[in-house]
């Protein structure tokens, strides 16, 4: 199983970034889905998150700007970030919870990292 992150980038105070994560390979269940960001000297802390059946958790610093959604259909998380501030510049991880066959726990598996650089 493999969770492959796209979309992080660098843009303005103000902008607007929108990454994806796809989770790949062999599992029977997808289940909860989030994302996690960590800045230079931080520890890696909970942006958001998504479970199967839709409802969603946000960080008090991006309630209101930042939005997440899963297709299930497609395997993907996706989160949208609005009126981005300079103190959301991070790296971005996508995390999965995944049943890789039924009648075995489920693991959780991260996704590469994808910076997100905003300027003010």
Known sequence: VQLQASGGGSVQAGGSLRLSCTASGSFVQLNDMAWYRQAPGK???????????????????????????????KNMVVLQMNTLKPE???????????????????NIYWGQGTQVTVSS
Request: hydrophobic letters at 40%; aromatic letters at 12%.
């Open 43 to 73: 520890e890696r802390e909970l942006v958001a998150s998504v479970t199967g059946g839709g409802t969603t958790n946000y960080a008090v610093s991006v309630a209101g700007r930042f939005f997440i959604a899963m297709d299930s259909a």
């Open 88 to 106: 959301d510049t991070a790296v971005y991880y996508c995390n999965a919870d995944i049943r890789r066959r039924w009648g075995r726990d489920s």
